[in-house]
């Protein structure tokens, strides 16, 4: 400790031969020597950190945050950079680690929810995003704890989608070009994701055994970069039940499919793996011709688990045919099932009369 000129005290100390000055000078003589027990206390108990690191900027950390996770999916970090580069860096790219509160990021989301942009559900991940990061920082030992501190922020609640009648579905199939009408009814009756349709090939398809085989999938970058990988979790590389009925309809496409175990069912007219935004141009068509615009084709494997739900599967079972890892997801498909729970209702009702009329 020295006193200064305008007698207050100022505090040094060594860390790792390293000197450090207090972060601010102290009034009286005991206040700096304070300081000084509470920061050997830190060092002692392994939980001091330097000062000095904390002064990171947050762009040049979240770079390198990156670029440490190179088992990131190329679709999930063209997704992260661009939810930095958008609506995280304008506020905190220049800012300190250590700078960073719960204020700050309570204020930077409060505002971009009334600015009304971006949707909910990007704020939610951007939330996500920065928690993430900061996390690893408060791991790495820059900063003491995680300023992203806002319960529920991280929370994605979107908005119910729409579910199609079986009916729509096949008029939907119908109405579409005839080199998709196989996409339509597996993204709707076996619940696959659209990567994953683009990704089977012939060996994957067993009609005789009337099943799918899901080990692959395409993710399209914006610059459209098409990339070939496993499915979205390691519960996604599944084997599918396909509903007997649609089997004449698949041996029906596999006839316009080149031969070959490894051909894919589903190509360009070059034979180049369909690209989305050919897919999305006729089923934009399909849609306005059957009167169900506002439908994605995502939708489709919202309708076929909603399906699944009605005819009383598990979660456990769900979860296996939709290639889900937790439980979340499938139990979204369960609530939706009133149709069900009339039926079971009406179940009831006949056990209960039954066994009324048996003791009467």
Known sequence: MRKLPSGRFQARYCVDLVWHTGPTTFRTKREADAFLATVRTDVERGSWIDPDAGKTKFEAYAAR???????????TRELYE??????????????ELGEISPSRVRRWRADMISAGQPGASTIAKCYRLLHAVLATAVEDGIIVRNPCVVKGASTERPAERPVASIQQVFDLADAIAPEFRAAVLLATF?????????????????????????????????????????????AGVRTVAIPKVIIPELERHLATVEDGRDALLFTTASGAPMRRATLYTAWKRATKATGAEGLRFHDLRHTGNTLAATTGASTKELMSRMGHASARAALIYQHATQDRDAAIADSLSSMIQEQRSAAG
């Not at 958008?86 to 800012?95: A, K, N, R, S, T």
């Not at 067993?206 to 990339?227: A, K, P």
């Open 190 to 234: 076996c619940g696959l994701r659209l990567g994953e349709i683009r990704a089977l090939r012939r060996r994957h398809l067993d009609l005789r055994m009337c099943t799918v085989r899901v080990e692959e999938q395409y993710q399209e970058l914006v610059d459209g970069t098409l990339v070939l990988g496993p499915p979205k979790t390691d």
């Open 65 to 75: 945050w990156l670029a440490e996770r190179p088992q990131l999916r190329p679709r």
């Open 82 to 95: 661009g939810q930095l580069r958008l609506h995280i860096l304008p506020l905190f790219g220049e800012v």
